[in-house]
């Protein structure tokens, strides 16, 4: 089992950055791919990024891509994303999650793991 724990959310301006964490407990020792996803009121929990678990591999939702950059540090077992010029549409709860072994996914359903989520929200 691994248990996470997302903080550094909040409130900020359009154009603002904002460092999301995750901290990672229990059976922490690898390896595991790490996802953020996010779900905005009335949508579906959706793809953001992921890295894989020595971190030379990430990939991005295109919604994303040049603005937010995820990263990991195993020996503090810590994720990060980092979200830079900030949109309105960027306003969700944001999720970390795990998945087992170094199998590559963005798909919501294939992480068995996930964190209790942290608020963000952009005003224009």
């Known amino acids: 089992q691994v248990q996470l724990v997302e903080s550094g959310g909040g409130l900020v301006q359009a154009g603002d950055s904002l460092r999301l964490s995750c901290a990672a407990s229990?059976?922490?020792?690898?390896?595991?791919?790490m996802g953020w996803f996010r779900q905005a009121p009335g949508k579906e929990r959706e793809f953001v990024a992921v890295i894989s678990w020595i971190g030379r591999r990430t990939d991005y939702a295109d919604s994303v891509k040049g603005r937010f950059t995820i990263s990991r540090d195993n020996a503090k077992n810590t994720g990060y994303l980092q979200m830079n010029s900030l949109k309105p549409e960027d306003t969700a709860v944001y999720y970390c999650?795990?998945?087992?072994?170094?199998?590559?996914?963005?798909?919501?359903?294939?992480?068995?793991?996930w964190g209790q989520g942290t608020q963000v929200t952009v005003s224009s």
């Open positions: 229990g059976r922490t020792f690898g390896p595991y791919v």
């Open positions: 999650a795990a998945r087992d072994g170094s199998t590559w996914s963005t798909g919501v359903s294939e992480y068995e793991y």
